[in-house]
């Protein structure tokens, strides 16, 4: 049910006005409303703070369907599940869920993560962001990049460094809101692809942060962005999951219709291999994102899973889309196709919330220990 309410609201909701959003680079607006409304904002997260009470496999379902046609629709849809929602949900005192997890479960509000300096991407160590403790409240400073919902979001995830000397020890996460004296937006980047979506740099200049914004323990800040962001990987995982099933499913369905040397360019053999290397590189990418999903859904470690899940789904969407770009000739070059909008989106879930690299870094450390 879940799957074929995603697949609606994306064919009836997302598609008709897809290409114009890309291409303007205009945020979803009144499509993100309707996925609150839906229940796609927050969908894990339990009913007493205004979630949909789902689990991370149902999770997974929609974020394939949503991906498939607009990707810049499932990045605000994951960032607030399953890095905003999620933190807030597992590591928020009752006071933090009830004022901020509640409106963002429901919708009404959207979330940002922000974790990402202009010299700290891959290490997220090496924070500059400064949160200064002072009596009853933190003082934040510094400029975070890179951030999704960055324009959009009314309350901001931020990590910053309180002491140094603690290295990744001396880490906090806090809940910042956007309106706060201090919080200023930047230009909205000029992307390749996901370009609807919303992606800022944040400066912050002397925020002044109440006590009980802070997340978990003082000094806990740097577990709490990895362990969120472990999570997070399975969204992406299935959103590049998406974006190669929806290439896939255009190209298999144009190579039918396309004729080339009197027959159908399905029936010509270099055709047909490709379509057969993409869908079985999808449904081992589908295997994999839905066993990371049934493992967080398990309470069992599914870091090593997310991580082989994320780098798989999206070197699959990566290679997928350039195929499905190929399967249409000089069609898959142009807009109204949707297969080269799909191939610039592709390459975005190689870079975010973890490379590539980082992923087979992690992979490789714990199938080494
Ligand atoms: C559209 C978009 C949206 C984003 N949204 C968010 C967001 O909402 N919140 C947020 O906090 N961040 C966000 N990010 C930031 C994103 O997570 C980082 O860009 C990413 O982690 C990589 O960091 P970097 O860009 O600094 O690259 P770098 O870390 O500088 O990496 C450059 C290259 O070096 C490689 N590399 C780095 N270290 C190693 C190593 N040890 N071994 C091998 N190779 C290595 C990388 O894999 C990469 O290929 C977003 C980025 C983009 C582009």
């Not at 975070?144 to 309180?162: E, P």
């Not at 069992?300 to 195929?323: Q, R, W």
Request: glycine share 10%; with cysteine; hydrophobic share 40%.
């Amino acid at each position: 049910m879940i799957q074929q309410a995603a697949r609606d609201f994306a064919q009836n909701e997302l598609l008709p006005g897809v290409i114009e959003r890309d291409e303007k680079m205009q945020f979803p607006t009144e499509q993100v409303r309707m996925m609150g409304e839906l229940g796609f904002m927050g969908m894990m997260v339990d009913p007493q703070y205004g979630g949909g009470g789902m689990d991370t496999i149902s999770y997974v379902l929609a974020m394939e369907e949503i991906s498939k046609v607009e990707a810049s629709c499932s990045v605000v849809m994951s960032v607030n599940n399953s890095l905003v929602c999620w933190g807030l949900e597992t590591f928020g005192t009752e006071e933090q869920k009830q004022k901020y997890l509640t409106p963002l479960a429901k919708g009404e509000i959207i979330g940002a993560f922000c974790l990402s300096e202009p010299e700290a991407g891959s290490d997220a160590t090496s924070q500059t962001t400064t949160a200064i403790e002072k009596d009853d409240h933190y003082l934040i400073n510094g400029t975070k990049n890179w951030i999704t919902n960055g324009g959009t979001a009314s309350v901001y995830l931020v990590i910053a460094q309180t002491n140094r000397e603690l290295g990744h020890r001396g880490i906090n996460a806090f809940i910042v809101e956007q309106s706060w004296e201090g919080v200023t937006v930047g230009a909205k980047e000029n992307k390749l692809g996901i370009r609807a979506s919303d992606t800022h740099s944040i400066m912050f200049s002397d925020v002044k942060v109440p006590k009980e914004n802070r997340i978990g323990e003082d000094g806990f800040g740097f577990k709490f962005a990895m362990k969120t962001l472990s999570g997070g990987r399975i969204g992406i995982a299935a959103q590049a999951l998406g974006i190669a099933s929806g290439a896939y499913e255009l190209a298999l369905a144009y190579s039918k219709e396309r004729k080339a040397f009197g027959k159908p360019i399905a029936d010509h053999q270099a055709i047909q291999f490709k379509l057969a290397d993409m869908s079985t590189e999808i449904e081992a990418a589908r295997l994999l994102v839905h066993k990371s999903a049934w493992l967080k859904d398990q309470h069992k470690n599914y870091d090593l899973i997310g991580s082989m899940a994320k780098v798989f789904a999206s070197e699959t969407a990566m290679k997928t889309t350039v195929e499905a770009v190929q399967v249409h000739g000089g069609y898959g070059y142009v807009k109204e196709y949707h297969v080269e909008r799909l191939m610039r989106d592709a390459k975005i879930t190689q870079i975010y919330e973890g490379t590539s690299e980082i992923q087979r870094i992690v992979i490789s450390r714990s199938i080494l220990r």
